[in-house]
């Protein structure tokens, strides 16, 4: 399998979030460890078994936190519920 395309939406409070998505099947969202950057984690062996894995029973989407891996920094100190608000513009 090929490292799924880097996409950008963007939330709304104006952050752009990376994300990728890959597979078939009924639709799961993957939350990142604390560190994360969606394409160096299918560098990983291990990751990318796990991943393949899943993309083979599932639509996966997976992204990279608020200012980690290829989403955007901001210096706006988070609110309550806004990681709630970041994931659900995926």
């Given at each position: 399998m090929q490292v799924p395309e880097t996409h950008?939406?963007?939330?709304a409070d104006g952050l752009r979030l990376a994300y990728q998505l890959w597979?078939?099947?009924p639709p799961f969202l993957i939350v990142p460890p604390?560190?994360?950057?969606?394409?160096?984690?299918?560098?990983h062996p291990a990751y990318r078994r796990v991943q393949e894995y899943m993309g083979r029973h599932l639509t996966?989407?997976?992204?990279?936190?608020?200012?980690?891996?290829?989403s955007v920094w901001t210096r706006a100190t988070p609110r309550n519920?806004?990681?709630?608000?970041?994931?659900?513009?995926?």
């Open positions: 950008y939406a963007r939330s597979g078939e099947g604390l560190l994360s950057n969606i394409e160096v984690s299918w560098e996966c989407a997976m992204f990279d936190k608020r200012g980690v891996g290829l519920g806004s990681r709630h608000r970041r994931s659900s513009c995926m």
